[in-house]
C-alpha cells in the first residue's frame, strides 16, 4: 500500500456561521490514513484562518482542533470504555419534534412537553452537515465524516474528496482509504458491531468497514466492467482488521447471496451476486463461535454469552418499517431487541467496544412523503436509546444520537395544544383554513410526491414505494382534506414542489450526547467533529 506523509499546516480554518474552523500549530493527526502520518507533542495553540479544507489531512485536522477548542475550557480526565453512535437516518430536529408529541399522544400523555430518551442527555450541540461538494449532502459523505473525521464527497464511502465517483481501481481506492473509527477500535483489540433497519451495505453502515468511491456498488453485480474494486458486501467478509465485526445486523441479504440461491423467505427470488459465492456461509466458517441468522426465531435463539460473530439479515433489501414490523411472517426484531443483543455480544470484550445503530428507514419514509412511519421509527430509536442506556453505564460509556441529515419536512399553522400532529391544523377543535378557504395539515414537505395538485394521488404503500401522485396538473388547486383522514398510516402529507422523491434538507441537525466525553459536544460543530469526539473518549488521539 502506497505510503505518503499528510500535509503540514501551519494555520487552517473556516468561517461557516457562527463557526470558525481552527487547527493547531502542530499536527494532531494520529494514523487517521492507512498512510503513516507525522506526530507531534506539545502545546497545541488553536489559530483561526479564513482557509476552506480541500483534502482529506486539512477536514482531519480541522475536526480534531475544533474538539481541542472545547476541551481546552473543562478537561474531563474520565475515559469511555465504550462507545455507542446512534444515528437517525434524515432525522431533523422538525422530525425529533413531531415524533416527541406523537409518541406523548400515542401513550395518552402531553406530546408538546414529552421528551424521547435522548432529549434529556446533558450535552447537545448543532452539526453542520454540508459535504465537501455539496451544500445538501448524501447519507455517504456525512457518514464518512462522523466515522473517519474528514469531509468528502457525496456517494463516497470512506475516502478522499479527491476520488473520482466512478474509480474502479481497488489500488487507487486504497490510497485514498480513510481509516474509521471502527478499523481504529478492532486494532486496539476492542469488539465492534453495526446495527441498522436498511440494507447492511447501505451508506451509513457501510462507512464503517467499506472503502469505495460509489455507494450504489453494494454487491459485484453492481460494479462496472473491469473493475477491481472490491463490492462492500465483500468488504464486510474480507474486513483486514483485529478479528472482524462481532456484531453485523439488518436487511440487504441478496446482497450477500448467490443468484442461483433462492431467498429463504421469498423462495421465487434469488440473490444479487454473480460470483458465486454464499458470503453468510462465509460468516459462519471463517469465524468461531459465529452464527447467521435470518428472521426472528433465529434470532431470538441466539444466545449472547457463547456467540462471538453474529450476522443477521433480516430481510432481501431494507428491514421493515417499524408500522409493518408484525405484519412480517418470517418475523424481524426491532432495533431496540437488535441493540440489546449486540449490546451484550459486544461487553464481554473487557478493552471495551464500538458500536454504530442506525434507525435507516426515518429517511425512507420522508422520501415517500409519509410522516407517519418516519415518526414511528423516529420513537422505535429512541426505545433503542432508552434499552442501550438501561445496559451501559454513564460512567465508562459515552453515547451520542445524531442524524446524518435533514428533510424538507415542516410543522405548520398555530394548532391548539393538544391537536393530534398527524390531524389538520386546528384550533379549539375547529379546522383553520388557507386563503382558499380549505383545511390543512400540520405536517407537510417543501417537496415531495404528496404534491397538493397531483391527480390520481394513491396512497402510500410501503411494499411499492415511488409509485404515488401522477399526472400533474399546474392548473389544480388544494384538494379539500375536510372529509379526509389524515391520521390514517397511510395518508402522504402535501408537498408543495411537485417531486417523485422527497428530498434532503440542508439546516444542521442535533448531537445529543451523555457519558465520558460528551462535554465535548456543544456549541456549532462541523460534522466530521464526532469522530474527535469519539476518539478523544476513547483515549485514541495521542
Known amino acids: 500500500m502506497k505510503h505518503q506523509q499528510p500535509h503540514k499546516l501551519t494555520a487552517l480554518a473556516m468561517a461557516v456561521g457562527a463557526l470558525s474552523f481552527t487547527v493547531s500549530a502542530g499536527s494532531l493527526a494520529e494514523d487517521h490514513h492507512y498512510h503513516q502520518g507525522h506526530r507531534h507533542s506539545g502545546h497545541h495553540h488553536p489559530v483561526v484562518s479564513e482557509q476552506v479544507p480541500t483534502s482529506a489531512t486539512e477536514w482531519f485536522q480541522a475536526g480534531e482542533t475544533a474538539v481541542l477548542v472545547n476541551k481546552k475550557d473543562v478537561e474531563e480526565l474520565r475515559k469511555a470504555k465504550n462507545v455507542i453512535l446512534f444515528v437517525g437516518d434524515g432525522m431533523g430536529v422538525s422530525t425529533v419534534t413531531a415524533a416527541r408529541i406523537l409518541e406523548g399522544q400515542m401513550d395518552g400523555r402531553d406530546g408538546e412537553f414529552n421528551r424521547l430518551s435522548f432529549e434529556k442527555f446533558n450535552n447537545l450541540a448543532l452539526s453542520v452537515t454540508a459535504s465537501a461538494n455539496q451544500q445538501t449532502s448524501d447519507s455517504a459523505p456525512t457518514a464518512t465524516a462522523m466515522v473517519a473525521g474528514i469531509k468528502t464527497n457525496d456517494g463516497a464511502i470512506s475516502v478522499e474528496q479527491s476520488i473520482n465517483r466512478t474509480e474502479p481501481s481497488a489500488e487507487v481506492t486504497a490510497a485514498k482509504s480513510v481509516k474509521t473509527i471502527l478499523e481504529r477500535a478492532e486494532d486496539r483489540g476492542m469488539s465492534t458491531g453495526v446495527v441498522t433497519t436498511a440494507r447492511f451495505t447501505h451508506a451509513t453502515p457501510a462507512v464503517n468497514y467499506a472503502h469505495i468511491s460509489n455507494r450504489d456498488w453494494e454487491a459485484d453485480s453492481n460494479l462496472p466492467a473491469g473493475a477491481t474494486v472490491k463490492d462492500i458486501a465483500r468488504q464486510l467478509l474480507e474486513f483486514p482488521y483485529g478479528d472482524g465485526l462481532e456484531v ?108 454504530m445503530v442506525e434507525a435507516g428507514r426515518i429517511d425512507h419514509a420522508h422520501h415517500a412523503g409519509n410522516a407517519y412511519r418516519a415518526l414511528t421509527d423516529t420513537v422505535a430509536m429512541s426505545d433503542a436509546v432508552k434499552a442501550a442506556k438501561a445496559l451501559t453505564n454513564d460512567k465508562d460509556t459515552l453515547i451520542l444520537v445524531t442524524a446524518d441529515h435533514s428533510h424538507v419536512f415542516t410543522i405548520a399553522g398555530y394548532p391548539s395544544r393538544g391537536n393530534p400532529i398527524l390531524g389538520k391544523t386546528a384550533v379549539a377543535g375547529v379546522d383553520a383554513k388557507d386563503s382558499l378557504g380549505l383545511p390543512y395539515t400540520t405536517l407537510s414537505y417543501a417537496n415531495g410526491p404528496g404534491w397538493t395538485g397531483g391527480m390520481q394521488r394513491k396512497e402510500f404503500n410501503p411494499a411499492n414505494e415511488g409509485t404515488v401522485a401522477v399526472n400533474y396538473d399546474g392548473g389544480k388547486l388544494r384538494p379539500d382534506l375536510t372529509n379526509v383522514d389524515t391520521g390514517n398510516p397511510n395518508y402522504m402529507q402535501e408537498a408543495t414542489v411537485p417531486m417523485g422523491s422527497e428530498t434532503h434538507a440542508g439546516e444542521d441537525v442535533a448531537i445529543y450526547a451523555d457519558g465520558p466525553g460528551a462535554y465535548l459536544v456543544r456549541g456549532t460543530l462541523e460534522q466530521n467533529a464526532i469522530y474527535h469526539v469519539m476518539a478523544d473518549a476513547l483515549g485514541m488521539r495521542k
Open 248 to 355: 453485523a445486523l439488518g436487511g440487504g441479504r441478496s446482497y450477500f447471496m448467490p443468484n442461483t440461491m433462492n431467498d429463504p423467505e421469498y423462495p421465487t427470488q434469488k440473490g444479487r451476486r454473480a460470483d458465486g459465492r454464499d458470503l453468510t456461509l462465509e460468516w459462519t466458517s471463517q469465524y468461531n463461535n459465529s452464527e447467521y441468522v435470518w428472521n426472528q426465531a433465529g434470532f431470538d435463539a441466539v444466545d449472547p454469552k457463547h456467540t462471538d460473530h453474529l450476522l443477521g439479515l433480516f430481510e432481501r433489501s431494507h428491514m421493515r418499517y417499524e408500522a409493518d414490523r408484525p405484519a412480517d411472517a418470517a418475523g424481524e426484531p426491532s432495533l431496540a431487541e437488535m441493540t440489546e443483543k449486540a449490546i451484550k455480544i459486544l461487553q464481554k470484550n473487557r478493552k471495551g467496544y464500538y458500536l
